[in-house]
């Protein structure tokens, strides 16, 4: 696997963030793009540093959301965006190193979350 940052990725996620995710600290989340993966239906993946970890190297938590380029850069910009929806709905508001679970991160709440975000766009 090669990994690349991806600033247009980031820019769009940190986009997001102020509207859906304001607990979101996008100085400690970065995007980037992976190459190279043997993986079959994954098209992005979020990853963080656990607690111990954490207070073993004296960090405090960040996360790296994965976006795999073979699948995620086929995909619509409204899929896109719901892609990086999703995968921010990972980050907890208490942005400690944990995860959200898929019994919140799903299909209904991303779709909600997106007309959010296009309503609040549709505002300006």
């Not at 980031?10 to 993966?37: D, N, Y």
């Amino acid at each position: 696997m090669r990994y690349e940052f991806a600033p247009d990725i980031q820019k769009k996620a940190e986009e997001i963030c102020r509207v859906l995710f304001p607990h979101v600290k996008i100085w400690r989340m970065k995007c980037f793009r992976s190459f190279g993966t043997s993986s079959r239906r994954t098209i992005a993946r979020c990853h963080t540093i656990g607690k111990l970890m954490q207070k073993a190297i004296g960090v405090k938590a960040h996360y790296a959301l994965e976006f795999l380029s073979e699948r995620f850069d086929k995909l619509s910009e409204e899929e896109k965006t719901k892609v990086i929806i999703h995968e921010l709905m990972h980050i907890p508001k208490t942005f400690g190193g944990g995860f959200k679970h898929h019994n919140w991160v799903t299909e209904k709440n991303v779709n909600q979350l997106y007309k959010r975000l296009k309503e609040n766009e549709n505002k300006d």
